[in-house]
């Protein structure tokens, strides 16, 4: 049989396994691995939500423009709103999320029967506030559409 310990003075101690500072030390690497992998995939979730919110209030500002063009020429101008609290499909409600600012105004640059739409949606953050910077979208509509 072989003797798996050692004869050391006063008692035998084992040869294999480790020791306490082994296992703490290890522990520690794993601990700081895990926090990094932690971190990263938080970051990744942020940036995942802030591009989805991102893409619904461009989607929203689409939608916006998209329905002037619905509208009878001498009734555009009726679309304006400020500050009006929409939710993710661009329905006016108090508990959305997103904030739509529509400006109907006519435009005069040597060109009869022309109105500026210009769409701003404000969209949650990181920290899920409003954005500083909203969504901007911008097109000209004429009688003839």
Request: with cysteine; aromatic share 8%.
């Amino acid at each position: 049989m072989i003797n798996k310990f050692r004869q050391s003075g006063r008692r035998a101690r084992p040869t294999s396994g480790f020791t306490l500072v082994e296992v703490m030390v290890a522990s520690v690497i794993l601990v700081i691995f895990c926090v990094a992998f932690l971190s990263s995939a938080i970051a990744s979730m942020r940036s995942q939500q802030l591009a989805c919110d991102y893409y619904k209030a461009m989607t929203i500002a689409r939608n916006r423009i998209q329905r002037a063009t619905e509208f009878e020429y001498a009734n555009i101008l009726l679309m304006n709103e400020n500050q009006a609290s929409v939710d993710d499909n661009g329905n006016i409600t108090a508990a959305g999320i997103y904030r739509r600012t529509t400006t109907c105004v006519p435009y005069t640059n040597g060109r009869p029967n022309l109105i500026q739409i210009t769409v701003q949606v404000n969209y949650p953050d990181a920290r899920r506030s409003l954005s500083a910077k909203p969504v901007e979208l911008c097109t000209l509509i004429t009688d003839n559409m």
